[in-house]
Every structure is written in C-alpha cells, then in structure tokens.
T-cell receptor, first 115, second 111 residues
Framework: NAGVTQTPKFQVLKTGQSMTLQCAQD?????MYWYRQDPGMGLRLIYY???????DKGEVPNGYNVSRLNKREFSLRLESAAPSQTSVYFC??????????????FGPGTRLTVL | QKEVEQNSGPLSVPEGAIASLNCTYS??????FFWYRQYSGKSPELIMS????GDKEDGRFTAQLNKASQYVSLLIRDSQPSDSATYLC???????????FGKGTKLSVIP
C-alpha cells in the first residue's frame, strides 16, 4: 500500500518549457489536491478534484491546469513555466465525500526549479 | 477570507520539556482541526485530529480545542530531538473539501 505517490521527485525547467506532474493514490479516495509550498507562504491550494470527473480552482490556480484522469490519478500541468513557479509541489488525497472526519494525506512532493 | 494563524517561531525547548504550539482561526464555522508535522525536506504528516471541545491525547501528544475562543493547541510532552520539525495547523468546515493551513511553527528540541 504505497499511499500517495508523485513523479518526478525533482525537476529543473527553463522558462517557457512545459511539464506535467503526476500523482496517484491507492487508498480509493474520492478527493485529490495539488498544493504548492514556498518559504514564508505556507501550503497554498492550486486545484482540487472532489471526485472523478470534477476539478475546481483553489487559491493560486493561474498558470496551471489539472486533469483527473481516473479515480486514482490527478495530474498538474505547467504549460509555460515561469520562475515564479519554482516551488515544492505536494499532491494529497482525502476520503469520501464531505464527511467531517476525513483527513488529507500527502505525497512525498516534487521540487521544481524554473530557470 | 478564512485565516489560520500560528507563531512562526522558532520555538526552542530543552529535551524532556513540554512543547506548546498554538493556533487561532477566524472562521467560527470551523468543525475539524488537524495538526501536521513536517520535517525539513519532507511532506506533511498527520499526527492529530480533533473535532470536539476539550482535550484529545495520543501518546506524548495532546490536542486541545476551544471553539468559543477559536483556539487549538498541541502539547508535546517529554519532547525529544526527533520532534524537531515544523508543525502545521489546519482547519476545515463541514461540507468543505478544502483545508486551510497555517504557515507553521518551527520547533527545535535542544538535547
């Protein structure tokens, strides 16, 4: 049982390049999330998917797109990377529906540097 | 705008002492409260959750919730150097899919 997995672990891009960050979970969770974490800014939600087939913007969605490929997988795409997108990206998942008691579980993160 | 406030620290405590981490939140509708521990270079790890006023104990950890004061805390008894990490407070409301995180308090346990 791997929990939440992310690929790649590290990535260096040049300004203007594109890439997709992959996330998968094996806990049969409905909800999945993408966060970025920057020094002094805390964790900020980029996009989330409450269930397969739905996606919604979070606090900082500009410059990103997402795809909920199936119940297990949720990808984050940077179409034209900018230095301001240098960050650590975390994927997370949460159990069913809107129940109060379901916590979010995080993947190991992707460290992205945009030159 | 929902806000979760934490003292950024660093909070330094000697080994064996009690570490007290505090968090306040702005949304009175908040129903669920979580503490995550994050070691440097690692992902957040859930260590405690609390949903009702009062105390909840799990080993050396005690979470305390006071909804009237909009205040949640985490006590770590018999602090160990391995407890040195950043502790994140997170809050959500019933019916919401989203967590609101504080910026975290850095704890340093001195041997």
């Amino acid at each position: 049982n791997a929990g939440v997995t992310q690929t790649p672990k590290f990535q260096v891009l040049k300004t203007g390049q594109s890439m997709t960050l992959q996330c998968a979970q094996d806990m049969n969770h409905n909800s999945m999330y993408w966060y970025r974490q920057d020094p002094g800014m805390g964790l900020r939600l980029i996009y989330y998917s409450a269930s397969e087939g739905t996606t919604d913007k979070g606090e900082v969605p500009n410059g990103y797109n997402v795809s909920r490929l199936n119940k297990r997988e949720f990808s984050l795409r940077l179409e034209s990377a900018a230095p301001s997108q240098t960050s650590v990206y975390f994927c997370a998942s949460k159990g069913d529906g809107r129940f109060v008691y379901n916590e979010q579980f995080f993947g190991p993160g992707t460290r992205l540097t945009v030159l | 705008q929902k806000e979760v406030e934490q003292n950024s620290g660093p909070l330094s405590v000697p080994e064996g002492a009690i570490a007290s981490l505090n968090c306040t939140y702005s949304d009175r509708g908040s129903q669920s409260f979580f503490w995550y521990r994050q070691y440097s270079g690692k992902s957040p790890e859930l260590i405690m959750s609390i949903y009702s006023n009062g105390d909840k104990e799990d080993g050396r950890f005690t979470a305390q919730l006071n909804k009237a004061s909009q205040y949640v805390s985490l006590l770590i008894r018999d602090s160990q150097p391995s407890d040195s990490a950043t502790y994140l407070c997170a809050v959500t409301t019933t019916g919401s899919y989203q967590l609101t995180f504080g910026k975290g308090t850095k704890l340093s346990v001195i041997p």
